[in-house]
């Protein structure tokens, strides 16, 4: 079956703008989690989102937003870019929250001028 | 905040066993070990995970000391393809689908 998709792959917004990312999880998935990747800073739990309700949500500022839809595909938004929200950003779906086999999308690669 | 610590980078022969250490002394007793990889380019791939046992499967083996304080992944056989970083993560309970990822090992096989 068809994996995690992410769209769009690259894009570049300067800086004050706004983007929203895209992700559809695997069929069957209900559970989609954000990443946000960056060289300093690795691998950062941004939200994770279970049948249209938001569960977690890491240590990120209030510009970070996401939502998701009845039939799991998720979106996160990016309010006042800056230049430090360049990165590439990671979506993940499983079947349930707490399951311990996440897949991985390709990510979307987010430039910021 | 991680709760694991990993060498930094690691290099192995490829058909070779690669043993990928990782360091967890504050993880509590209903916390697994899960570990995680990405080869460059791609979003990380789920390998294996555990309790307490030793686990194996497929991609790689999981061994994990008495005291739990620290694990070791053992790739049989790397090839070229299993040169990645490699993710050792303890999942902090309660906290639904959420993985802290450190910095993880850079793990280069060399033909």
């Known amino acids: 079956k068809a994996g995690v998709t992410q769209t769009p792959r690259y894009l570049i917004k300067t800086r004050g703008q706004q983007v929203t990312l895209s992700c559809s999880p695997i069929?069957?998935?209900?559970?989609v989690s954000w990443y946000q990747q960056t060289p300093g800073q690795g691998l950062q739990f941004l939200f994770e989102?279970?049948?249209?309700?938001?569960?977690n949500k890491g240590n990120f500022p209030g510009r970070f937003s996401g939502r998701q839809f009845s039939n799991s595909r998720s979106e996160m938004n990016v309010s006042t870019l800056e230049l430090g929200d360049s990165a590439l950003y990671l979506c993940?779906?499983?079947?349930?929250?707490?399951?311990?086999?996440?897949?991985f999308g390709p990510g979307t690669r987010l430039t910021v001028t | 905040d991680a709760k694991t610590t990993q060498p930094t980078s690691m290099d192995c022969a490829e058909g070779r066993a690669a043993n990928l250490p990782c360091n967890h002394s504050?993880?509590?007793?209903?916390?697994?070990v899960y570990w995680y990889r990405q080869i460059h380019s791609q979003g990380p791939q789920y390998i294996i995970h555990?309790?307490?046992n030793n686990e194996t499967n497929e991609m790689a083996s999981l061994i994990i000391t008495e005291d739990r304080k620290s694990s070791t992944l053992i790739l049989p056989h790397a090839t070229l393809r299993d040169t990645a970083v490699y993710y050792c993560?303890?999942?902090?309970?309660?906290?639904?689908?959420?993985?802290?990822f450190g910095t993880g090992t850079s793990l280069t096989v060399i033909p």
């Open positions: 069929s069957g998935h209900r559970s």
């Open positions: 989102y279970f049948s249209e309700t938001q569960r």
């Open positions: 993940a779906s499983s079947l349930i929250p707490s399951s311990y086999e996440q897949y």
């Open positions: 993560i303890v999942r902090v309970p309660n906290t639904g689908n959420q993985f802290y």
């Open positions: 555990g309790l307490k």
């Open positions: 504050t993880i509590s007793g209903n916390e697994y």
